[in-house]
């Protein structure tokens, strides 16, 4: 996915559950929308330029995945959440 297309805010209540999952260090199995499938421990939320991120624990590497491009998030405390655009 290209990096430099318009931000789009994610559903306050999936940007919640992202939150809780960093407090918690939860490790999450994510799916992005482009199909790529990871599991990462989650570690931060973090907003630059007006774009909002996870920052992840991915096998000991930091990466930060754009919000608008997790399509889903599953964690047995939570379940599986479908990410949704704010309205």
């Given at each position: 996915?290209?990096?430099?297309?318009a931000y789009k805010?994610?559903?306050?209540?999936?940007?919640?559950?992202?939150?809780?999952?960093?407090?918690?260090?939860?490790?999450?199995?994510?799916?992005?929308?482009?199909?790529?499938?990871?599991?990462?421990?989650?570690?931060?939320?973090?907003?630059?330029?007006?774009?909002?991120?996870?920052?992840?624990?991915?096998?000991?590497?930091?990466?930060?995945l754009r919000l608008?491009?997790?399509?889903?998030?599953?964690?047995?405390?939570?379940?599986?959440?479908?990410?949704?655009?704010?309205?």
């Amino acid at each position: 996915m290209l990096t430099n297309e318009a931000y789009k805010p994610i559903n306050c209540d999936d940007y919640d559950n992202l939150e809780l999952a960093c407090q918690k260090h939860w490790t999450l199995a994510l799916e992005l929308k482009n199909g790529d499938q990871l599991k990462a421990k989650a570690v931060d939320m973090i907003s630059r330029k007006n774009v909002e991120y996870l920052a992840v624990d991915l096998s000991g590497e930091t990466r930060e995945l754009r919000l608008d491009h997790i399509a889903s998030f599953s964690h047995p405390e939570l379940g599986t959440v479908i990410v949704s655009e704010d309205e």
